[in-house]
């Protein structure tokens, strides 16, 4: 079955770390682009992060460069989303999803997302 | 930063048009994807490259460029049409992605 299936959300403090994950199946992780996706409660989407098939090229958004960090492990079928510096207004639901083509980034599997709750 | 700009609503009666646009100052340079969002779901993509529609997305559901506007028709729209709407390119560097902040769709 082809799916992306996200974990690793929950609550933290402002100023604290939480690395999310997401597992791809039933295709060929190695040979997609992936992004991180968030949408804040009751609000729109906002794109986040890409890494290239092999992690050599990543973008950021600007209000999450320097605190996240975005990876992959092909051999596992695993991208990450390591965040540091959590602010009360990182609280959403983030998605995981493929780019479908590496020359037009637009998403065609996406998880079901997974809750980060920032708050004291 | 770069922006899409869209109506927060639009309102149609069951069989009726609907018409969703898009602005953005890097058009027609940068393709535009809209997505489809129900709630508590995740998005489906059902416009791609403008006006391309991916295998399984009903026929009623269009795409169209004019200038540094797309816009997303859904002709006969229905019930189960209801939802947000939300278009997405990237900048002109083609570095960042960016979506615009969305449609709600009510067909009622």
């Known amino acids: 079955q082809v799916q992306l299936v996200e974990s690793g959300g929950g609550l933290v403090k402002p100023g604290g770390s939480l690395r999310l994950s997401c597992t791809a199946s039933?295709?060929?992780?190695?040979?997609?682009?992936m992004t991180w996706i968030r949408q804040a409660p009751g609000k729109g989407l906002e794109w986040l992060s890409y890494i290239s098939m092999s992690g050599g090229i990543i973008y950021y958004a600007e209000s999450v460069k320097g605190r996240f960090t975005i990876s992959r492990d092909n051999a596992r079928n695993l991208m990450f989303l390591q965040m540091n510096s959590l602010r009360v207004e990182d609280t959403a639901v983030y998605y995981c999803a493929r780019v479908a083509e590496s020359k037009h980034w637009y998403f065609d599997l996406w998880g079901r997302g997974t809750l980060v709750t920032v708050s004291s | 930063s770069y922006e899409l700009t869209q109506p927060p609503s639009v309102s149609v009666s069951p069989g009726q048009t609907a018409r969703i646009t898009c602005y953005g100052e890097?058009?027609?340079?940068?393709?535009v994807y809209w997505y489809q969002q129900k709630p508590g779901q995740a998005p489906v993509v059902v416009i791609i490259k403008d006006s391309e529609r991916p295998s399984g997305i009903p026929e009623r559901f269009s795409g169209s460029v004019s200038g540094t506007t797309v816009t997303l028709t859904i002709t006969g729209a229905q019930a189960e049409d209801e939802a947000d709407y939300y278009c997405q390119s990237a900048d002109r560097s083609g570095t960042s992605g960016v979506f615009g902040g969305g449609t709600r769709l009510t067909v009622l």
């Open positions: 039933g295709f060929t992780f190695s040979d997609y682009y």
């Open positions: 890097a058009l027609p340079r940068q393709y």
